[in-house]
């Protein structure tokens, strides 16, 4: 005689909700092998065990109901096998999103990390930067929203390659502007690509690696006295500025309310004059 199981047993054996038995029975998935005529109420037996298992773990493995009642119905090894083949194709696309999901997440708690070790502020410093691909626009931004309304066509274009969040937007000032004291207009709005990308676009360009001066400030770039620092430092080391400065919040109101955590970088790539 066939063991009997209620579906709250049912439920309780393969750790599903009772409401996901009832839809499979609803939909001809996956039905009890007797109903009592009299009380409603469902029966499984131990012989649909395996069907249940197998509902489950194509389930698992993110095969559609639809797909998964086809092969209940009919499929042959063959069959079975190509559609096995087809969702271990998706599943590997996912965790390959994941992959880059995870490295980009891994990418901000490091530079986050770094941030917080930054205790000198003010006060320049030469260092070599390795080149950084971006997505850079060029024009005369003087506003607020100026930048957003840029950043919004960016996001369209480009957030399923990176996301624009804090700390990877930049802007970029002429050094004309900065000895004007014009610290009101930039010339250029850029966003920082994973290390990793792999993409081709207009758009799409690379920050040249070499001697980079940097300040940090707590503030969000617009001291003139950084900027005349920076420019006074790379005179004394006989350097000269061979690009425009690139401003950029690594920490701002959104991640910190504290303002002693903030963290503004200012940088410009330079040379050795000649001699």
Same mark, same amino acid.
């Given at each position: 005689m066939q063991n009997k199981f209620t579906i709250g047993q049912m439920a309780k054996l393969y750790h599903i909700p009772v409401k996901t038995l009832r839809y499979y029975d609803e939909i001809g998935l996956f039905q009890p092998f007797e109903v009592d005529k009299q009380t409603g109420y469902r029966y499984y037996c131990s012989e649909q065990f395996q069907v249940l298992d197998t509902i489950w773990y194509l389930r698992t493995m993110g095969v559609p109901l639809k797909e998964i009642k086809k092969k209940v119905e009919h499929?042959?090894? $063959?069959?079975?096998?190509?559609?096995l083949m087809e969702y271990e194709k998706i599943n590997t696309e996912k965790m390959n999103e994941l992959r880059n999901m995870n490295e980009k997440l891994q990418a901000k708690i490091k530079e986050l990390r770094q941030a917080k070790r930054i205790n000198t502020v003010h006060k320049p410093t030469l260092s070599f930067i390795p080149e950084r691909k971006v997505i850079e626009v060029k024009g005369q931004f003087q506003s607020l929203n100026d930048i957003e309304d840029v950043l919004r066509k960016l996001k369209k274009k480009f957030n399923h390659i990176t996301p624009v969040m804090v700390g990877k937007v930049g802007?970029?000032?002429?050094?004309?502007?900065?000895? $004007?004291?014009?610290?009101n207009e930039f010339e250029g709005v850029y966003i920082l690509l994973e290390e990793n990308t792999d993409v081709t676009h207009d758009l799409i360009v690379t920050f040249s690696k070499g001697s980079y001066v940097t300040i940090y400030t707590r503030d969000e770039g617009r001291n003139q006295t950084d900027y005349d620092r920076i420019l006074s430092y790379i005179e004394e080391t006989g350097y000269e500025p061979c690009g425009p400065f690139l401003l950029r919040q690594i920490v701002d109101s959104f991640i910190s309310h504290q303002e002693k955590e903030r963290l503004t970088e200012i940088r410009i790539p330079v040379m050795k004059k000649d001699r």
């Open positions: 499929s042959t090894v $063959d069959e079975f096998i190509e559609t802007l970029t000032l002429s050094v004309d502007r900065v000895k $004007d004291g014009d610290l």
